[in-house]
């Protein structure tokens, strides 16, 4: 039972690149999202999904796009890098019964710079 | 709108110590989730203790208990007997219909 896993760990851009970050997870949860973090904040919230098939934006979803095609991954899309997009990105799943009292368990991060 | 508030960016305490790490949360809605979770130097989150809207009795979990006050909208994290790793960064989080809400942080420097 691996978890929340993230590839890569690393991953450097230059303005313009597109890229996907990965993210799975075993234990069969209906939901997963993406948060970034950036310096001195807290995590904020990118886009979530609550099953295969449905996504939706969260506190900042310029300049990303998702889809869930499967229970399992929940990919995270970089149009076109921008400097600000210079963060660390976790993916977290949960289970989706009670909503607001299911814990969400985070992937170990990707650390993404765009130059 | 729903927030969370840290208001001790860094803390410091004696090892073998206990610490209270503060949070206070704003949300209109009666069902809700507090959650803590700790972020080492290392970068991962890693999930320490939950507490329901409607739990009628402070969360434990071994080390770690939560001074859940609803009428004030504070849900405190203790942590007795610290140990030099539990030197990381706190962060409290609010659940609004599974969006996590987070609040800036709280360095927490245990010293031997």
């Known amino acids: 039972n691996a978890g929340v896993t993230q590839t890569p760990k690393f991953q450097v851009l230059k303005t313009g690149q597109s890229m996907t970050l990965q993210c799975a997870q075993d234990?069969?949860?209906?939901?997963m999202s993406w948060y970034r973090q950036d310096p001195g904040m807290g995590l904020r919230l990118i886009h979530y999904?609550?099953?295969?098939?449905?996504?939706d934006q969260g506190e900042v979803p310029n300049g990303y796009n998702v889809s869930r095609s499967t229970t399992e991954d929940f990919p995270l899309r970089l149009l076109s890098a921008a400097p600000s997009q210079t963060s660390v990105y976790f993916c977290?799943?949960?289970?989706?019964?009670?909503?607001?009292?299911?814990?969400?368990?985070f992937g170990p991060g990707t650390r993404l710079t765009v130059l | 709108a729903q927030k969370i508030t840290q208001t001790q960016p860094g803390m410091f305490v004696q090892e073998k110590e206990a610490v209270t790490l503060d949070c206070t949360y704003d949300t209109s809605d009666q069902s809700y989730g507090l959650f803590w979770y700790k972020q080492p130097s290392s970068g991962e989150m890693i999930f320490l203790i939950y507490?329901?809207?409607?739990?009628?009795q402070n969360a434990t979990e071994g080390r770690y208990s939560l001074n859940f006050q609803k009428a004030r909208k504070s849900a405190n994290l203790v942590i007795s007997a610290s140990q030099l790793g539990d030197s990381a960064m706190y962060f409290c989080a609010l659940n609004q219909g599974g969006k996590l809400i987070f609040g800036q942080g709280t360095e927490l420097s245990v010293k031997p």
């Open positions: 507490q329901g809207s409607y739990d009628e």
């Open positions: 999904s609550v099953g295969a098939g449905i996504t």
């Open positions: 234990m069969n949860h209906e939901y």
């Open positions: 977290a799943s949960s289970s989706w019964t009670s909503r607001r009292t299911d814990t969400q368990y």
